[in-house]
């Protein structure tokens, strides 16, 4: 997954504004650092992953010169779309895109996570899916 947080940096590094003093190139580093936590977050957490392209450069705007804001949207953009497609396209073999195995969202009775294999469509396990349901009917009174 790393391939697309770098790819998105790399485009966006050299307009990337540091203090003229700053000897570890913090502002890079924090970028950098940005980018690689929302494409691990669109892979690990997607369904609760509203608007990533909006996230991350609400993130990182601050690092650019104003006249490098559009720029840097559209490459974000770009490569959060790249990215979700890939996702979207991985076989659902119980396994999410840095090989951790899926596991159901929900809790047992004693409180520790549920060990079965999810859904593809929502998350949950057979024995848990009537928890996805009443997630369903949430949304449309929050919308
Ligand atoms: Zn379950």
Do not use: W
């Not at 990337?16 to 494409?39: G, K, N, T, Y």
């Not at 076989?91 to 969202?105: H, K």
């Not at 009775?109 to 997630?135: D, F, I, V, W």
Request: aromatic residues 10%.
């Amino acid at each position: 997954m790393y391939v697309f947080s770098r790819a998105i940096y790399r485009e966006l590094a050299n307009e990337i504004l540091e203090e003229p003093r700053s000897e570890r190139q913090v502002s890079h580093r924090r970028v950098l650092r940005a980018c690689e936590a929302a494409v691990e977050r669109l892979a690990t957490d997607r369904r609760y992953f509203a608007r990533p392209a909006r996230t991350l450069f609400n993130e990182i705007r601050a690092y650019f010169a104003m006249s490098a804001q559009q720029r840097v949207l559209r490459v974000i953009e770009r490569y959060l779309a790249l990215a979700d497609e890939f996702l979207r396209r991985l076989p659902q073999n119980g396994f999410d895109a840095y090989g951790n195995p899926l596991r159901c969202r929900a809790s047992t009775r004693k409180g520790t996570p549920c060990q079965r294999m999810p859904l593809a469509h929502n998350g949950y396990c057979p024995s848990h899916q009537h928890l996805a349901e009443t997630e369903d009917l949430r949304v449309p009174l929050a919308a």
